[in-house]
């Protein structure tokens, strides 16, 4: 079990290795930085000015190394617009986006995990066909589009819930289920056809022939083989939330990383864009670890490679 | 009624353990209705060892999934009798099913490969049928699930008990699925080809150890093969299976020395004998195919594969009793079971 985990550990640290370069390089194809910092308006002089004082003027490789450098010990330089450190920033917003994906995971689950098992043991009941109904409804609606929904029903018309802001925990509620709808249908079609998959297998027939409880075929037998590619989808999904609720924090005005992300890339803030693309890669990265991890915990075969 | 026949179960040891009469399967297929088991009668008696012969398809792994109570749920079963130490499993309810199931009846499968689950350990998976059953400590079943680890030949069973089902041979799985079987000590075990997946040495040393552990425990099996070197090897009664019929039943011993079905004769000689068989001559082979089972089947359903069939064929023959509890499903079972014609025909090969 140990040596799975030291040996995914190295996997994930250089993959983490790669994915720096890449966001490196990334913005510097994206043009020169000296002339977009300056903007329209600037001289000559004061693009050279701009050129020296950022350091862009050194070699490539150069830049690179002073910056991973940085980067190893969390200092991802100053924030060209805010004038502030670029981490004080990210450590300021990143609560705000871990609890909403953190909720949104928890409604995924909580959602997904019962509706998927109960539509594969029911399968072509009302029920089945209510859960595909639910399914097909979060994938195609915009998720935007479904938050300004749950702002006009449950803010403004039954004002259960503040519209916007992320000063208490009711701020979160809105977003949370919006975010957490999102990831719903995949997770929920894929624990139905996983247990629909498993309960067709020979050790489940073995246990009835145990005599056990339905309960205990089903969610001991079954299930726990059934929810192991369930959770490496939520590690990702988990990874999505936190990278990809730009839109949601937007909609909600909540000051998280995501909104934080979007302003930073219309400013042409780069070292603040280059944070955030690397933060949340390295989340990537440790979920998937952490997911291939829990795998192994749950199918004791994947121990061993 | 019922009061009658646990009068019967007490004073009359003699009745057999189980007794099936025309018991039916039928299964819907995308053409129509699939009559996998076509009205089978027979019984095991307490402690012995039934094997069920036939070739795939001919309903031995309906039947015995319709005893368990594990056929899929748009099978339809019917019986005149599907009796189990008293107990009638045609009305029983699914609860006291699952009380019988694992606790007096326990199954093996073919498959020991997938047949445990990947997930727990198997000292977990052999516990739990115990303490699903009886009130027992965590300590007895697993003392329990030790012994009997010891028992089918599974060395450092300690450590086994600890390990996953990925970590063992096909073999070591399939002593682990009959270790599971006895955890309860139930009256009958259906092994349903429990062999048949494992190389051919390994296939000898499973034999032995059920044939010892059913003398051992006094546990009845039925024992359901295709193949007739292992029914020679263990069997006390045969039961021959013939597309979801049994065409013939006989003590091991008559069957082996005066089969009386044509069928039965059949599977005999497709045995290579290295004695009798020439190098680079043919296997012998039934010609033809099993009929489709789909939709009714009229007349015996072996004659169109059968040297002895006439018109006579074309009515569904009647079970003959050819000897003292020798029974043979076909109009000619008394000119078969006359050693005279057997012996002619042993000539012809």
Known sequence: MWAFVFKRTLIALSVALTISVLCFSLLQLSGDLALSIGG??????????IRTDYGLDRPVIQQFTSWLW?????????SYYYQSDVMDL??????????????SLAIALFVSIPLGVV??????????RMAMAIAVTGQAMPNFWFGLTLIILFAVKLQWFPAAGSDSWQGFVLPAIALGYYATPAMMRLTRSGMLEVLEADYIRTARAKGLRTGTVIFKHA??????????????????????????????????LGQLAWNAISRNDYPVVQAIVLIIALFYIVLTLLADILNAVLDPRLRAR | MSNQSSVERSTAPASPLLSVKQLRVDLPVAKGTLHAVRGIDFHVERGEMLCLVGESGCGKSMTSLALMGLLPRKAQINADCLNFDGVDLLTVSEHERSNLRGARMAMIFQEPMTALNPAYTLGNQLCEALRRHQLVSRKAAHDRALYLLKRVGISAAEERMRQYPHQLSGGLRQRVMIAMA???????????EPTTALDVTIQAQILHLLRDLQQEFGTAVIFITHDLGVVARIADRVAVMYAGEVIETASAQALFHAPSHPYTQGLLRCIPTPSKTLPGSRLQAIPGVVPSLVDKVEGCAFCNRCDHADERCYSTPPLQTVADRHLSRC????????????????VTL
């Not at chain 1, 329209?40 to 000015?49: F, G, H, I, K, Y």
């Open chain 1, 40 to 49: 329209p308006e600037a001289t000559a002089e004061q693009v050279e000015q």
């Open chain 2, 182 to 192: 006895l955890m309860c000590e139930p009256d009958l075990i259906i092994a349903d």
């Open chain 1, 223 to 256: 299930l726990r083989n059934a929810v192991i590619p369930v959770v490496a989808l939520a590690a990702v999904e988990l990874g999505f939330m936190l990278g990809g609720s730009v839109v949601i924090e937007t909609v909600f005005s909540l000051r998280g």
């Open chain 2, 331 to 346: 109009h000619f079972a008394h000119q078969l079971a006359n050693p005279a014609t057997i012996n002619a025909q042993e």
């Open chain 1, 90 to 103: 990210v450590v300021e917003r990143l609560p705000v986006t871990m609890t909403l994906g953190v909720m």
């Open chain 1, 70 to 78: 940085g980067a190893v010990q969390l200092d991802f330089g100053r």
């Open chain 1, 119 to 128: 539509a594969a043991l029911k399968r072509g009941s009302w029920i089945d």
